[in-house]
């Protein structure tokens, strides 16, 4: 296999999950809750996936080589991401908390919860002191004849499942923001929630409901990560991506497709990088590096593309109905 | 008139705030297809008056019947329901959509794709908005996106959105104050046809000429009572403007005349341009001497404001030339400005007079911490802070519940602006600039700083007074400068003009 197909595999499999985790906080952040939690909230979902997944591998609640707890492991996420959105939620709308603080108070939290649990779940239930929760590694897939067009091909070889799945929902998500009556209500809850709220719909329903799907976006994402890159959940997940995918969603300019190309660009200067290392026949201590290419790529790209960038106008406003 | 042509009538209304009573036993009625104006000056309660139409705010007392029928308006929804709809000072608009989004948003037709999933299908809003626009000569490109387009067009969208609505009672609450006077032409034609369509309209606007042009019947509200309801084809607009401001009872003050001396400050032909190069003052001219308090009258939004931010260094001046005992501060800094003696009561205390999370004692030294006893070797000196503040508590009548140490958001609004008087009288400025000093004060705080206005000119400065309220004017004023459109129209000694011919330069009704 040569190396720009290895380029284009691992970049894909890398830019969808980091996709679907930025949709989530284009929700968030069109309704006009800032979203610091995606980090949290993969790291959450993740945790709920693969708990399940492990759990029904390891009690046998399922035929041996079965899928199906690979399949409702994605759904477990979705609900667990969820689940711990409800927190941001509830602070910034309810509470209407400072919105920054609330998104870094979940991610702090998110890391010491679940840590906290896996290690005490591993004993108590499984009967074994770890860390971590195994999984499966998930099927890749390659569709014969697509795969052999020179260089595009390789999108259609050694793809996971997922990276099907998220664009799927890729569909969906856009058709939900633009094309119903929900995501028209929920981009004017962004730019101007009195006229929302002037216009008869409830500000803090549609808000609320924005982050409720952020976070089952990136726990799915979350999810991904943990099935491809690490084979297990441990801290491990915590490795950035929830703010890479911010950045990508800045640079995307908070619309769905320009968010997609960003993710696609990290996505491949990060596989890219990884191979230059390897052609390189570089240290593996210096390997580490290539880990920074998205995040320089991501400093350099928003310094040089902010002016044209327009954040929602009612970003990070605490809704006051009394206020005029 | 036969009574089933009144359409909304509202019986003996009271709405009470902290303070302030903004309507007092008001009791109208409002005819089917006419155009009613409320006129009166800022704060005379014709907002409130119509918030609580529109379901913005619960009377105290009283009742509304619409159509006849006494009905309870909780909420804007209902209103809405009821047929009643407004276009706010503040437009409504989602800025990053288009016009038919705006005009749908909350009832969007939605249609099946596949006969499953529901989708918005802007197709046929498309064309009844094209309709009602066709119909009323309200020009809009249904799939123009807000931010693109001027006021005026936003207007008409708000006005679109009330017919696609099918309201009745239209209220329009100032809709000219930020048009251009061809735009308010076009807007006044507008109201005419949807009046000549059966429409009720409510007009909410101090400018007496437009009532003048379009409206049948107008009431004028003055400090929250209702003063009178006329028919503008039978009354002058003389009348009306000396029913709107009033004659109230001006407060006793002792003043003596006063002894003007050297000029302080000497404004040339200063025009001001706003951020959108709208120029919000137009050559404009005076003079004020040691000794004398100049005070500016005019309707909000004249100019006075921004002429007074650009004397005080808050704003850059467009041309003209502003002297300061002859020497040339047109383009000087702000701290140079002070330090040669300039000393401002801004419009807004809250957020230009005062930093309101930090305490009484760093507001009232926050012109002067940077130097001595304040600031040495640039360490601040609490102590310098604490006892500088309690002396000005006591001097200045301060009321506030932990001493110089008291957080300054939690001090009455009174008692914030006596700080900032303290702090800015104690500069010992030449010049004293007041804008709109006494608004939303009671009645001890209002007399307190007019009589300490007078006490400053009795020791020799310059004062600059800018104030909506023509009774202050009237009150303390030795020289009165009427300001009309960005224009200083009139300017004479105050013991030579009456509070009506006042009143007649500030509307434009009267030309010197």
């Given amino acids: 296999m040569s190396g720009v197909n290895t380029i284009i595999i691992d970049g894909l499999a890398l830019a969808l999950p980091l996709l679907i985790i930025a949709i989530g906080g284009i929700f968030s952040e069109r309704s006009g809750i800032i979203n610091l939690a995606l980090e949290g909230l993969l790291g959450f979902g993740a945790f709920c996936g693969a708990l399940f997944a492990y759990a029904s591998v390891t009690l046998h609640w399922f035929s041996p080589h079965s899928m199906i707890p690979l399949y409702l492991s994605f759904l477990v996420a979705a609900l667990g991401g969820s689940l711990f959105a409800v927190i941001h939620g509830l602070l910034c709308v309810k509470f209407r908390a400072n919105q920054v603080i609330s998104g870094v108070v979940i991610n702090i939290l998110s890391v010491a919860v679940t840590g906290f649990l896996t290690s005490q779940i591993n004993v108590s239930v499984f009967g074994g002191p770890s860390s971590k929760f195994d999984l499966m590694t998930a099927p890749r897939l390659t569709i014969p004849l697509l795969s052999r067009i020179p260089v595009i091909g390789a999108i259609f070889t050694r793809f996971y499942a997922f990276e099907v799945m998220i664009l799927v929902l890729l569909a969906i998500f856009w058709f939900i923001l633009y094309r119903t009556r929900f995501g028209i209500h ?98 593996s201590s210096v390997g580490d590096l290539a880990m920074i290419v998205p995040y320089a790529l991501t400093l350099i790209l928003l310094a040089f593309f902010s002016k044209h960038n327009r954040a929602p106008r009612a970003l990070g406003e605490i809704y006051d109905k009394s206020k005029r | 008139m036969p009574d089933t042509d009144v359409i909304v009538e509202m019986r003996h209304i009271t709405k009470r705030f902290p303070g302030i009573v903004a309507n007092d036993d008001i009791s109208l009625q409002i005819r089917q297809g006419e155009i009613f104006a409320f006129a009166g000056e800022n704060g005379a309660g014709k907002s409130t008056l119509m918030s609580i139409l529109f379901g913005m705010y619960q009377p105290d007392e009283g009742e509304i019947l619409i159509r006849g029928r006494q009905v309870d308006i909780s909420s804007p929804n209902e209103a809405v329901a009821l047929g ?164 109230e009872v001006i407060f006793e003050i002792d003043k003596e005349l006063a002894r003007p001396g050297e000029v302080v400050l000497d404004v040339q032909g200063l025009t001001i341009e706003n951020e959108h190069h709208v120029d919000v003052t137009q050559d404009v001219s005076f003079k004020i001497h040691a000794g004398e308090i100049f005070a500016i009258a005019g309707v909000a939004g004249s100019g006075q404001v921004e002429l007074a931010d650009a004397i005080a260094g808050l704003s850059a001046v467009k041309t003209g030339k502003i002297l300061l005992e002859d020497c040339d501060i047109t383009h000087t800094l702000v701290r140079p400005r002070t330090l040669k003696g300039i000393s401002y009561i801004p419009e807004d205390r809250q957020d230009v007079g005062l930093i309101l999370d930090f305490l009484l004692e760093d507001n009232l030294a926050s012109k002067a ?80 700083i007019r009589r300490r206005m007078i006490e400053e000119r009795d020791k020799g400065r310059a004062i600059l007074l800018v104030s909506l309220e023509l009774d202050e004017i009237m009150a303390v004023a030795d020289t009165i400068g009427v300001m009309f459109a960005g224009r200083m129209i009139k300017i004479a000694p105050a013991d030579q003009m009456t509070l009506d011919e006042v009143g007649e330069y500030m509307m434009g009704v009267k030309q010197s």
């Fill in chain 2, 84 to 247: 009643i709809s407004m276009v706010h000072q503040h437009f409504k608009l989602v800025h990053n959509y288009t016009v038919a989004e705006n005009i749908v948003l909350g009832i969007e037709p939605a249609t099946r794709l596949l006969g499953l999933i529901p989708y918005v299908n802007m197709r046929p809003v498309n064309k009844v908005i094209r309709e009602l626009s066709e119909r009323y000569g309200l020009e809009v490109d249904p799939s123009a996106v807000i931010e693109d387009l001027p006021v005026s067009t936003q207007q008409r969208v708000e006005i679109l959105k009330m017919l696609y609505r099918e309201a009745e009672i239209l209220i329009f609450d100032e809709p000219t104050a930020m048009l251009t006077p061809q735009e308010i032409t076009y807007l006044l034609d507008i109201i005419r046809k949807l009046r000549d369509d059966g429409k009720t309209i409510i007009l909410i606007t101090h400018k007496l000429e437009e009532i003048k042009q379009v409206a049948d019947r107008c009431a004028i509200l003055n400090h929250g009572k209702l003063i009178a309801t006329m028919d503008v084809a039978t009354s002058s607009t003389r009348d009306m403007a000396s029913k709107m401001v009033g004659r």
């Fill in chain 2, 369 to 448: 911490y940077f130097r001595a006893p304040f600031s040495r070797r640039s360490i601040l000196q609490r102590n310098a802070f604490d006892s500088y503040a309690d002396d000005l508590i006591r001097r200045y009548d301060i009321r506030c519940s932990s001493g110089a140490l008291t957080m300054t958001r939690s001090m009455s609004g009174g008692n914030q602006q006596k700080a900032i008087v303290a702090r800015e009288v104690e500069q010992d400025a030449q010049l004293m600039i007041f804008v709109q000093p006494t608004r939303g004060l009671d009645i001890g705080a209002i007399l307190s």
């Fill in chain 1, 186 to 283: 929920l981009r004017a809850a962004g730019d101007n929630p009195q006229a929302l709220d002037a216009a008869g719909v409830g500000v803090a329903r549609v808000r609320f409901t924005a982050v409720l799907i952020s976070g089952a976006l990136a726990g799915i994402g979350g999810m991904c990560f943990a099935y491809s890159i690490l084979s297990n959940f441990s801290a491990a997940i915590y490795m950035g991506y929830g703010y890479l995918a911010i950045a990508a969603l800045i640079f995307g300019n908070w619309k769905i497709m320009p968010t997609f190309a960003a993710c696609l660009l990290f996505g491949l200067a990060q596989s890219g990088a990884n191979q230059l290392i390897l052609w390189l026949k570089m240290d």
